[in-house]
């Protein structure tokens, strides 16, 4: 879909930070399945103009996603959050669901509304 949407070119939504994986957890569902889950956090400022800018901060830790007003998915790999970003369209909001440890914040909601062409990046 993101290349007839894109006039035959990919793009992907960019927050502008960098992100880390933090710990990686491997263990077994009830069924006997490997389940790994990655705790995944901001590296790096938000670079300036980025759609993060004043938004995220270094330390915050990825929780959830939501594309409009479409499915909250818990983000519990990195690769996640990058294909979530596949589907943003100029002009969609995404809410971030954070873990912000700074003085003790705790759980928020980061919004960010992806309304300028500088926001994406496109893949030939």
């Known amino acids: 879909?993101?290349?007839?949407?894109?006039?035959?070119?990919?793009?992907?939504?960019?927050?502008?930070?960098?992100?880390?994986?933090?710990?990686?957890?491997?263990?077994?569902?009830?069924?006997?399945?490997?389940?790994?889950?990655?705790?995944f956090v901001?590296?790096?400022?938000?670079?300036?103009n980025s759609s993060a800018y004043g938004k995220l901060k270094v330390g915050d830790v990825f929780r959830t996603i939501q594309v409009n007003d479409g499915e909250v998915v818990t983000l519990t790999r990195q690769y996640?959050?990058?294909?979530?970003?596949?589907?943003?369209?100029?002009?969609?909001?995404v809410k971030l669901g954070m873990y912000r440890s700074d003085n003790n914040v705790g759980d928020i909601t980061v919004?960010?509304?992806?309304?300028?062409?500088?926001y994406f990046t496109t893949y030939a």
């Open 1 to 39: 879909k993101n290349l007839w949407d894109n006039e035959g070119a990919v793009k992907r939504a960019m927050l502008g930070v960098m992100v880390s994986t933090e710990k990686t957890k491997v263990s077994f569902d009830k069924d006997g399945h490997l389940l790994t889950t990655e705790t």
């Open 42 to 48: 901001v590296a790096e400022e938000a670079k300036v």
């Open 111 to 118: 919004e960010i509304v992806f309304d300028r062409d500088t």
């Open 80 to 93: 996640q959050l990058n294909d979530m970003l596949l589907t943003v369209r100029k002009g969609d909001t």
